[in-house]
C-alpha cells in the first residue's frame, strides 16, 4: 500500500495528518491515489516542499506514469473534523466550510495567493454578512432570498469538499482539474453573493430590539370578552392558596403576613397572562396598593419601573434613572400591603433588577410573576422562598366549552353532526386556549361540516395563511426569537418527527451531534453539551418532557401539535427539512433536500434530487424504500421502526462513505452486510428491537471511529470485538448468546465508559458458567480503566453472579443498575466503589447490614432500593447518623407489593432533598401494626416528599394523618406528592 509523506523546507513541523495510509482515503491503488496527488499537487503548487512517497514495487510501474509539476508537494486531505458546531438552520454549513479550507491550506501565515485563499477569504466574509442578517426582526423578501442562497452554496461547497476524500473512479469523487474549475466557479459565486450582502445589510436595521405587537399574549380576548374566560376558576383558586391571600383584608398570622412570591409558568399561549388579570381583578381590591407590567423580551426596565409607580398611586415627580426608580417605590411601598404582578418574565437579569424595588415588608404583601421559562420562574421565587405554579393545559371539556362559547356564544352541546370534527380540532388545539380561539374565530357561527374541516387542515403547518391563525404565530415566534441559533438549530430538527411521536433524548442527541449542530463547551464532552440543549428546550416549555428514569431525568419528549405545526411551518420556509408523508404539506421541487423524513405510507416523488440529502428518516412502515445509491452524502441513516426493511435494502451500505450515524429499529435485518467495514466515519451504530436474530459481522473490527454500538439480546456478536479500540459506549450484549472468546475480547475495550449486559438463561450454551465467570473477570478489568456505567439484568441466578469473586472491584464505576435480577443482599464488593454516585438494585429484603454497607459509600448521590420487605414485625429498619450517606440527596425505596418498615433517625441522611415511597397499603400496615410513622422530620433538607401507595379504594385515614403530620412538623414543609 502506498504511503505519503509532506516535508515542507520552510516549516519545521508537519501539517497534523500529513503522514496518511492511502487506506484512509479508500485510495487502495496507485492509480486510484493518483488524480487526489495530482490535485493537491495543483492546490500547492507554490509552496517550497517535496514529497516522499514509499511504494511497494507492485505500485511503482503506476506512479511513474504520473506527470508532477515543479518542487512537488503531497499534502493529502485527512478526515476534517473540528469541535463543536459546524452547521446552522441560520448559517447552513458556512462554518464547516471556512474551518475545511483553513484545514487546507498548510500555513495560512505564509504570504500565498490563489483561488483557494481567496475563496476562504470571501467565505468569511459572506458568513459574517449572514450571521447579521440571521439576526434581523423582519428581513425582507430579498434578505431571505441572500440567506437562502448564501446556505445552499455553503451546503455544496461542503459536499465538494467531502467528496474529496471518495475513491476515484466511483463516478462521484472529484478530479483535481473538475475540483479546480469548481473552486472558480464557487470563488465567482461567493463574491457575488458578498457584494449583494453588503448591500442588504446596510439596508437592514439590525437593531436586536422587538417591535411588540398588539399586545399578542392571550389577555387580548380577556380584555374584549371577559365572560368568555374559561377554565381559570381551578387554577385561580390554586394560586390564591399558595398566595394565601384568599380571606381577604389582613390577616393576623405571622406567616401570612411575611411577603409571598408564587411565579406561573407554561409555554406561550396557555393562558398565564389570562390566569393572572383574572386573579389580580378577584382580589387586587384587598391591597392598598397594586401594579400589574407585561415585559417583552428585551425590556426598557426604566419604563417598566416608571408603569409600576404611577399604578402604585405615587403623586411626586418621577425620577428617570433605574437606581432612583427602585429607591422610590421601595421607599413608597415600606409600610404598605401591595400585590405586584410582574408578566412575562424572559431573563433573570431583568428580574433581579425589578425585585429590588419591592421591600420585604411584613404587611402581607404578594408578588406574582409570570414566564415561559422554567429556571426563570425559579428564580424568581428563590430569594422569596416562593412557590412555582405550573399551569396545565385545559381539560377536554373546558376545551369544549371555550370552543362553543366563542363560536355559538352559548354552553350548549356541540351539534352532532360537527362533533367528529370538533374533537379533531380539539385535539390538534391540545388544550392550548390561544389555538383554540384562533380556529374558533375562523368558525364564525358557522354550522357547515366543510368549513370546520377547512379550519381544522388551517392549523395543520400552514400557520400564518389567515389573520387569525397567525396569531398563533405571533406568540410562538417570541420564543423562538429569544432562542440562540445552537437552540433554534436543534428544535426545527424536530419537525423530523410526526405529531406525538416519543423521540428518545440519547438518539435526538446524538443526531444533534452527527449534524454539527452543537457547541463545545468547556468543561462538558460534545454529549453532555447536547443534553444542555435538550434540557433548555424543556426549560422553555418548547418541548414536553415524556418518560423519566428513577432519579428523575427526562429520557423522552414529545413535541406539542401545535408548535409542531409552527416550528414545521419555520423549518419548511428556510428548507431545514423535507418531509413527505405528511397531509397538506409538499415538498418544493425547486428547493435542495438536505433532510429527508419518510413518514408512514409515504413515497419519494420521482423529481425530487437526493443527491444532497444529509440525513434520511424513515418513521414507520409503508413506505418505498430508496436505494442507498442515490445518497452518496448522507451523514445519518436512522430507521426508526421500519419492519419492512429487509437485508437486501442494505445492500449498497458501503457507498455512505460520510455515515455517522445508523440506526436500524425493529427491522427484519438477519446480517449486517460485509460493507460494514467502508463506513469509515461510523460514530453510532444502533440495532435495536430487531424482529429476527441478526449477525454483525467481523468487519465491523474495522470501524476505527465507531464510539457507540447498541444491540439487541439476540444479536451475535463477533469473536474479534476487541478490535474496536475507540468504542466508549456497548449496549444490548446477551452474554449467553456470545462465544467465550468474545467475551474475553471485550475486556480489552479499555476506553470503554458505559457497558449494559444481560445473563438471560434461555439462550444458555453449554459455556454459560465458563462466559459468567470471564464476563465477571472483563467487567473488574474494565472498572480499573474509564468504565463509568454499568447495567446488568439478570433473569435469575443474580446471587450467583455476585458471589463471583469482583476483584479487584470496578471501583471506576460511578453508576451501577442491576435490573430485573433480585438479590438477597448487598454484595459486599459494592462496598468498595468509592466514585459509584447512582445505584439502582433489587432486593427480596432489605436489612441492617445492607444499609451499613450502602451508607458507607462516599460520593453516592442516587439510591434507589426495589424490596418486597423492609424491615421486620419484630424490629423496623432504621436509618441513623451513624449509617453514613454523606452525600445522598435522592432516596427512592420500596415497591408495589412492599412492606415498608423503615424509620430515619434523627440526624440521618443529612443531605437528602427528595425522597420516594413505593408500598402496598395492607402489607405495611400488617408490618407496622398501622403506624405509619417514617420518621420524615427528621431529613433535615429535605424539599419534597413522593408515596405511590398500592390500596383498594381510598388512601387509608391513618397514612393519610401520619403524612400530613410529619410534613407541617418538619421545619421545611416539603412538598408531598400522592402518586396512584
Known amino acids: 500500500m502506498a504511503r505519503a509523506e509532506l516535508v515542507h523546507h520552510s516549516s519545521p513541523h508537519c501539517y497534523p495528518g500529513a503522514v496518511e495510509q492511502f487506506g484512509r482515503s479508500r485510495a487502495r491503488t496507485a492509480e486510484q491515489a493518483i488524480p487526489i496527488i495530482s490535485f493537491l499537487f495543483w492546490i500547492n503548487r507554490k509552496k517550497e516542499s517535496s514529497l516522499l512517497l514509499t511504494l511497494s514495487s507492485s505500485e511503482e510501474s503506476s506512479f511513474a506514469q504520473i506527470r508532477l509539476p515543479e518542487a512537488p508537494i503531497f499534502f493529502f486531505l485527512p478526515p476534517m473534523e473540528f469541535a463543536g458546531a459546524q452547521v446552522s438552520a441560520a448559517t447552513g454549513a458556512m462554518e464547516s466550510v471556512v474551518g ?93 453573493l458578498r457584494r449583494t450582502g453588503e448591500e442588504i445589510v446596510a439596508g437592514i436595521n439590525i437593531s436586536k430590539a422587538i417591535v411588540e405587537v398588539e399586545d399578542p399574549r392571550d389577555c387580548y380576548l380577556y380584555r ?50 389570562t390566569l393572572a388579570r383574572h386573579v389580580y381583578r378577584t382580589f387586587g381590591e384587598q391591597f392598598s396598593c397594586r401594579s400589574f407590567v407585561s415585559l417583552s423580551r428585551k425590556p426598557d426596565v426604566v419604563e417598566i419601573l416608571r408603569n409600576i409607580i404611577s399604578q402604585l398611586g405615587y403623586d411626586q415627580t418621577i425620577p428617570g434613572d433605574v437606581q432612583p426608580l427602585i429607591d422610590c417605590i421601595s421607599s413608597f411601598l415600606q409600610d404598605k400591603r401591595y400585590f405586584i404582578i410582574v408578566d412575562d418574565v424572559w431573563d433573570v437579569q431583568t428580574w433581579d433588577i425589578i425585585k429590588c424595588a419591592f421591600p420585604r415588608s411584613t404587611h402581607g404583601s404578594r408578588i406574582l410573576t409570570t414566564t415561559r421559562i422554567h429556571e426563570v420562574a425559579k428564580s424568581c421565587c428563590a430569594s422569596y422562598g416562593g412557590r412555582v405554579y405550573e399551569l396545565s393545559p385545559l381539560s377536554i371539556v373546558d376545551s369544549e366549552r371555550l370552543l362553543l362559547k366563542k363560536v355559538f356564544h352559548s354552553d350548549e352541546q356541540c351539534p352532532s353532526h360537527l362533533k367528529r370534527v370538533s374533537d379533531m380540532i380539539l385535539q390538534k388545539c391540545g388544550g392550548l386556549p390561544l389555538a383554540i380561539i384562533a380556529v374558533s374565530e375562523l368558525l364564525a357561527a358557522n354550522t357547515h361540516e366543510h368549513q ?24 410562538l415566534l417570541l420564543g423562538y426569537s429569544d432562542l440562540t441559533p445552537c437552540l433554534k438549530s436543534c428544535l426545527l430538527y424536530l419537525s423530523i418527527f410526526p405529531e406525538g411521536y416519543a423521540i428518545k433524548k440519547e438518539h435526538l442527541v446524538l443526531r444533534w451531534i452527527a449534524e454539527g449542530f452543537i457547541h463545545e463547551e468547556h468543561g462538558y464532552t460534545l454529549y453532555e453539551s447536547g443534553e444542555r440543549c435538550f434540557n433548555e428546550l424543556i426549560n422553555r416549555n418548547l418541548i414536553q418532557p415524556g418518560e423519566i428514569n428513577e432519579f428523575g431525568e427526562v429520557e423522552t419528549c414529545r413535541v406539542h401539535g401545535i408548535i409542531l405545526d409552527f416550528i414545521v411551518s419555520i423549518s419548511k420556509k428556510v428548507d431545514f427539512v423535507t418531509s413527505l408523508g405528511v397531509p397538506g404539506l409538499n415538498p418544493e421541487p425547486e428547493n435542495k433536500v438536505r433532510r429527508l423524513s419518510l413518514q408512514e405510507g409515504s413515497d419519494i416523488p420521482k423529481d425530487l434530487i437526493l443527491c444532497n440529502v444529509r440525513s434520511l428518516t424513515v418513521v414507520g412502515n409503508r413506505v418505498k424504500m430508496p436505494s442507498l445509491l442515490d445518497f452518496r452524502h448522507l451523514h445519518i441513516l436512522d430507521f426508526e421502526g421500519s419492519s419492512e426493511l429487509e437485508d437486501h435494502h442494505l445492500a449498497d451500505i458501503g457507498n455512505l462513505f460520510h455515515l455517522k450515524y445508523l440506526r436500524l429499529k425493529y427491522s427484519r435485518i438477519t446480517k449486517l452486510p460485509e460493507q460494514i467495514s467502508e463506513l469509515r466515519y461510523l460514530e453510532s451504530l444502533d440495532i435495536c428491537g430487531n424482529i429476527t436474530t441478526i449477525e454483525i459481522p467481523s468487519a465491523i473490527n474495522q470501524l476505527k471511529r465507531l464510539t457507540r454500538l447498541v444491540v439487541s439480546d439476540d444479536t451475535i456478536l463477533p469473536d474479534e470485538i476487541g478490535g474496536i479500540k475507540a468504542l466508549q459506549v456497548f449496549e444490548g450484549i446477551n452474554v449467553n448468546m ?28 453449554d459455556n454459560w458458567k465458563e462466559n459468567q465467570e470471564e464476563m465477571v473477570s472483563a467487567i473488574c478489568r474494565l472498572g480499573k480503566a474509564n468504565l463509568h456505567i454499568l447495567h446488568i439484568k439478570i433473569n435469575e441466578g443474580a446471587d450467583e453472579i455476585f458471589e463471583e469473586s469482583w476483584c479487584p472491584a470496578p471501583d471506576s464505576l460511578r453508576e451501577l443498575f442491576i435490573e430485573v435480577g433480585i438479590v438477597s443482599r448487598v454484595p459486599r464488593w459494592i462496598g468498595s466503589l468509592v466514585n459509584l454516585q447512582k445505584l439502582v438494585i433489587l432486593m427480596w429484603d432489605v436489612g441492617q447490614e445492607d444499609v451499613l454497607i450502602l451508607g458507607g459509600l462516599p460520593v453516592l448521590q442516587h ?70 410513622n417514617f420518621g420524615i422530620e427528621h431529613l433535615s433538607c429535605l424539599t419534597s416528599t413522593s408515596v405511590r401507595c398500592t390500596y383498594d379504594e381510598s388512601i387509608p385515614p391513618t397514612l393519610e394523618a401520619a403524612m400530613e403530620r410529619a410534613i407541617n412538623a418538619h421545619p421545611n414543609h416539603p412538598m408531598l406528592v400522592w402518586i396512584k
Open 100 to 192: 475545511k479550507l483553513a484545514a487546507l491550506l498548510p500555513d495560512e501565515n505564509e504570504d500565498s495567493s490563489g483561488d483557494l485563499e481567496s475563496l476562504k477569504a470571501e467565505l468569511e466574509a459572506v458568513h459574517a454578512l449572514l450571521k447579521n442578517t440571521s439576526g434581523a426582526d423582519d428581513p425582507d423578501e430579498r434578505a431571505r432570498r441572500w440567506m437562502k442562497e448564501v446556505r445552499e452554496l455553503s451546503y455544496d461547497v461542503d459536499d465538494g469538499l467531502d467528496d474529496l476524500m471518495l475513491p476515484a473512479g466511483d463516478g462521484s469523487g472529484s478530479r483535481p482539474d473538475g475540483l479546480a474549475g469548481k473552486i472558480k466557479i464557487w470563488l465567482r459565486e461567493t463574491t457575488a
Open 224 to 273: 374584549e370578552m371577559p365572560e368568555l374566560v374559561v377554565g381559570v376558576d381551578g387554577p385561580s383558586a390554586e394560586l390564591v392558596k399558595m398566595l394565601g391571600m384568599g380571606g381577604g383584608g389582613e390577616d393576623a398570622s405571622v406567616q401570612q403576613q411575611q411577603l409571598k412570591v408564587v411565579s406561573v409558568v407554561g409555554c406561550g399561549g396557555l393562558g398565564k397572562t
Open 452 to 475: 370546520w374541516e377547512k379550519a381544522h387542515n388551517s392549523i395543520r403547518h400552514g400557520l400564518g395563511t389567515n389573520p387569525a391563525v397567525e396569531r398563533i404565530m405571533r406568540i
Open 738 to 765: 456470545q462465544s467465550t472468546n468474545f467475551v474475553r475480547q471485550l475486556g480489552q475495550l479499555s476506553n470503554l465508559k458505559k457497558l449494559s449486559i444481560s445473563f438471560i438463561n434461555y439462550y444458555a450454551g
Open 863 to 932: 439510591l434507589c432500593l426495589t424490596a418486597l420487605t423492609v424491615g421486620s414485625k419484630d424490629e423496623r429498619l432504621k436509618i441513623d447518623r451513624i449509617h453514613g450517606f454523606p452525600s445522598l440527596s435522592h432516596f427512592k425505596i420500596g415497591g408495589e407489593e412492599c412492606a415498608l418498615g423503615l424509620n430515619f433517625e434523627a440526624g440521618s441522611i443529612p443531605k437528602l432533598q427528595k425522597l420516594e415511597l413505593e408500598f402496598d397499603a395492607e402489607e405495611t400496615l400488617s408490618l407496622t401494626n398501622g403506624n405509619f
